[in-house]
C-alpha cells in the first residue's frame, strides 16, 4: 500500500523550487533559431542578363543551392554603371539573403575614378571570394606594321609626337581604357583613346581603319581573332589563354606593368554574421573546385579562381590605389 505522507513546510518549498526550475529547463529547451539559410537566397546581378558576369551568377546560383539547401535566384538589377545594383546590395538587410556578384568595375574601377559613390568597395559589404578573372586582350588591326606588343610599344613611342596612335576603348574609365593607358605608360608613348558601345562596334573600326589598336575581353575578342579581322598580341595575366594559345602574355612580350585582369567577386552587405560567411565561403569554395563548374567557367574565356574575403579585400585596395593614380596621370574621370 502507497503511504502518503502530509506536506510538510519544507517539502513545499522544495516543490515549488523544483516546478520553477522545470520551467527554465523547458524555456531553454525550446528550439534554438534555425541554422541559416531557412529561406531562398538572391544575387543580385548589376548588369542585363545575358553577358558574362550574369553567366557567373547563374552558375553559381545552380550549384550553390544543393549545398545551401535552398533556392538560389539570380536578380538583375542594372542601370548608372552597376551603381544602382551595388547600391541595393549594399543597403539590403544584412542576414545572408541577399549577395552581390559583380565585376571589378564595381568594386575598384569606379570606386577609383568616380567620385560621390553611394557605397564603399570595402566598408558596404563582407567579402565571400573572388571567382573568375578576366584577362583583356591587345588588338591590332592587320596593316598596322607590328607584329608583336613590344613592336606596338616602339611604334606608339615614335608615333607619339602627333598625338599617337589611337586605339578603341568602352568609354572612360572601362577596362580597356586602363589597358591602353597602361599600355601607354610602359611603352613611354602618348596614345589616344577612341570610345565605343562595344565589342562588335570596336572590331568594325579596327577593320575599317578607324583605330590602330584595341583592347576587348578575351572572351568577345577570341572569335574575331582567331578568323583573322584583327591581329592578338598579347593578353593580360599570368598565363596564356586557351582561346588564343599562341598569344603571349604581355609578360611574355616584355611588359609586365600591362597587368590589368578584371575579375568577379561575390559579397554580402556589412554586418553579415560570421557563421553565415563562414558557411558561404566553404559552400562556394566547393563550388569552384569542381571540374565540371571550372570547364564551365574557361568555356567563357575565364579563369576559375577561388580567391577567400581577405585576399578580396586586398586586392580591391590595391587596385583602387592603382587606377586612382592612372586616372589622374590621364585625366580619366567619370563624373
Not at 573568375?132 to 613592336?151: E, F, G, I, Y
Not at 610602359?186 to 577593320?207: C, D, E, F, H, N
Not at 564551365?296 to 587596385?319: C, H, K, N, W, Y
Request: charged residues 15%; positive net charge.
Amino acid at each position: 500500500m502507497l503511504r502518503r505522507f502530509p506536506g510538510s513546510k519544507h517539502q513545499r518549498a522544495l516543490a515549488a523550487l523544483w516546478a520553477a526550475c522545470s520551467a527554465v529547463a523547458c524555456l531553454g529547451a525550446a528550439p534554438a533559431q534555425a541554422a541559416w539559410p531557412e529561406q531562398p537566397v538572391r544575387i543580385v546581378v548589376p548588369f542585363t542578363p545575358g553577358g558574362a558576369t550574369d553567366a557567373v551568377a547563374r552558375m553559381l546560383a545552380s550549384k550553390l543551392a544543393p549545398k545551401l539547401g535552398q533556392s538560389v535566384i539570380v536578380e538583375n538589377r542594372p542601370g548608372a554603371s552597376t551603381v544602382i545594383g551595388a547600391e541595393a546590395a549594399a543597403r539590403a538587410q544584412p542576414n545572408g539573403y541577399t549577395l552581390m556578384l559583380s565585376g571589378s568595375t564595381t568594386y575598384s574601377v569606379l570606386p577609383a575614378l568616380k567620385p560621390g559613390l553611394p557605397f564603399d568597395p570595402i566598408k558596404s559589404y563582407e567579402h565571400v571570394a573572388i571567382v573568375a578573372l578576366a584577362p583583356v586582350v591587345l588588338l591590332a588591326k592587320n596593316d598596322l606594321p607590328v607584329k608583336t606588343a613590344a613592336d606596338a610599344a616602339r611604334l606608339a613611342r615614335e608615333r607619339s609626337g602627333s598625338g599617337g596612335l589611337m586605339y578603341g576603348t568602352f568609354g572612360p574609365g572601362s577596362a580597356p581604357h586602363l589597358t591602353g593607358e597602361m599600355f601607354a605608360m610602359a611603352a613611354g608613348a602618348r596614345m589616344t583613346p577612341v570610345p565605343y558601345k562595344g565589342s562588335a562596334q570596336l572590331v568594325t573600326a579596327m577593320i575599317g581603319g578607324e583605330v590602330d589598336l584595341g583592347v576587348d575581353t578575351v572572351s568577345s575578342a577570341a572569335a574575331q581573332a582567331r578568323a583573322g579581322k584583327v591581329r592578338a598580341l598579347a593578353v593580360t595575366g599570368n598565363q596564356r589563354m586557351a582561346q588564343l594559345p599562341d598569344v603571349p602574355t604581355f609578360n611574355e612580350a616584355g611588359l609586365p606593368n600591362v597587368s590589368f585582369v578584371g575579375w568577379y567577386g561575390l559579397v554580402a552587405p556589412a554586418g553579415t554574421p560570421a557563421d553565415v560567411m563562414a558557411k558561404l565561403g566553404a559552400a562556394v569554395e566547393q563550388v569552384m573546385a569542381d571540374p565540371e563548374v571550372r570547364k564551365t567557367v574557361s568555356d567563357l574565356a575565364l579563369e576559375p579562381v577561388f580567391m577567400p574575403g581577405p585576399q578580396f579585400s586586398r586586392q580591391i585596395a590595391s587596385e583602387v590605389a592603382e587606377f586612382r593614380a592612372i586616372g589622374e596621370r590621364a585625366g580619366i574621370s567619370m563624373e
